[in-house]
Structures are given as structure tokens and as C-alpha cells.
């Protein structure tokens, strides 16, 4: 369930970029791919971004 769950955030997210005209393009840090989901829960988490 979690799995599909992360698919439709970056569904979400990647549909919002199509529309802004660009492509998504999932960043990397340290030459591993960063985990945008994860990021995202973290931050509502800890108070950040209108949590």
C-alpha cells in the first residue's frame, strides 16, 4: 500500500510540472536518486511547509 501510495504522489507531482510547460526531474544527491515522498513526510512532520 505504501508503494502505491508514493506512485501517486509523484503522479501528482509530475502532472503539476507537465502542466507548468517542463518535465519532472527527480534530483540526486550524492549520485542516489532523493526519495521526494520521503522528503515530503518529513517535513509535514516536523512542522514544515503548512503541515
Known amino acids: ?3 502505491r501510495v ?4 509523484l503522479d501528482q507531482i509530475a502532472k503539476f510540472w507537465e502542466i507548468q510547460g517542463s518535465s ?6 550524492e549520485r542516489r536518486i532523493l526519495d521526494l515522498y ?3 513526510k518529513i ?9
Open 1 to 3: 500500500a505504501q508503494t
Open 6 to 9: 508514493k506512485l501517486n504522489y
Open 24 to 29: 519532472l526531474k527527480i534530483p540526486n544527491v
Open 38 to 40: 520521503s522528503l515530503s
Open 43 to 51: 517535513v509535514v512532520e516536523e512542522g514544515g511547509y503548512e503541515a
